[in-house]
């Protein structure tokens, strides 16, 4: 469930940054949902190993080379994707830098909730015991 979740959420994000810069284009919401897979899937098996082969430069730039390399695979999504282009670095950088920051702030707020229900739960479990009449506890 949570798979879709996020599916639906990187979807919107897409969506987002073709309705907020000129040169990210989608064809319609399906061309998302595919470009939303096929992102999620690159970023899941392909951009660790491209992180690590990286890493001295990322290290240099203090992490920042992290939007160039997100900047690419959103490149190579709109390669693959028919009804998804994305027009220069300029606009995959900057599509990448919305997709990137749409997702961190829901990905924080529902991370929130769950740290919400973990302590309600472990309120709920915490017994409050008081000393009556000399040794005995209630």
Do not use: C, H
């Amino acid at each position: 469930m949570i798979i879709v979740f996020r599916w639906l959420i990187l979807t919107g994000s897409i969506t987002l940054a073709s309705y907020l810069l000129d040169g990210i284009e989608v064809a319609g919401f399906w061309s998302a949902v595919l470009a939303a897979a096929i992102l999620g899937t690159i970023n899941t098996l392909l951009r660790p190993l491209v992180l690590l082969l990286t890493l001295p430069i990322n290290i240099m730039t203090l992490g920042l080379f992290t939007f160039v390399i997100n900047a690419v695979m959103l490149s190579l999504v709109s390669v693959i994707v028919p009804g998804f282009e994305v027009r220069g670095f300029a606009a995959a950088f900057l599509g990448a830098l919305i997709i990137t920051m749409t997702n961190w702030v829901v990905n924080r707020l529902t991370r929130r909730e769950d740290l919400g229900r973990a302590n309600k739960q472990r309120d709920s479990d915490v017994i409050d015991l008081k000393r009556r009449d000399g040794d005995r506890w209630e």
